[in-house]
């Protein structure tokens, strides 16, 4: 069974740090891509970042860049969003999720919803003012 498991999340002041943390289980890790996602009270479900395995490369929303850091761990199967200079507006729960495998799909945006499966259950970041 393909899992993934999304932790690290807390209450932070502006300004201040968190590594969130996405293991995944049941699975090549190396295989796909893996995103980023977070969802804010009243708000729609939004791409941050992702990690595309197939060459390396890395995006990042305009909201989080120059501040999130993404990273893997092949050997830990794990994915990790190092968050720095948090504002309240990064207040959300964090979702990490698995690229489909279907071509169809891959033709999506980077960061579309369709594109991924797997879904966490999340974790709360919740940034104070």
């Known amino acids: 069974e393909v899992q993934f498991v999304e932790s690290g999340g807390g209450l932070v002041q502006a300004g201040g740090s968190l590594r969130l943390s996405c293991q995944a289980s049941?699975?090549?890790?190396?295989?796909?891509?893996i995103g980023w996602f977070r969802e804010a009270p009243g708000k729609e479900r939004e791409g941050i970042s992702c990690?595309?395995?197939?060459?390396?490369?890395?995006w990042y929303g305009e909201s989080v860049k120059g501040r999130f850091t993404i990273s893997r761990d092949n050997a830990k199967n794990t994915v990790y969003l190092q968050m720095n200079s948090l504002k309240p507006e990064d207040t959300a729960v964090y979702y990490c999720?698995?690229?489909?495998?279907?071509?169809?799909?891959?033709?999506?945006?980077?960061?579309?919803?369709?594109?991924?499966?797997?879904w966490g259950q999340g974790t709360q970041v919740t940034v104070s003012s």
């Open positions: 999720a698995k690229e489909k495998n279907s071509a169809t799909a891959q033709a999506l945006g980077v960061m579309d919803l369709l594109r991924y499966e797997y």
């Open positions: 990690f595309d395995t197939h060459d390396d490369s890395t």
């Open positions: 049941g699975l090549t890790f190396g295989d796909y891509a």
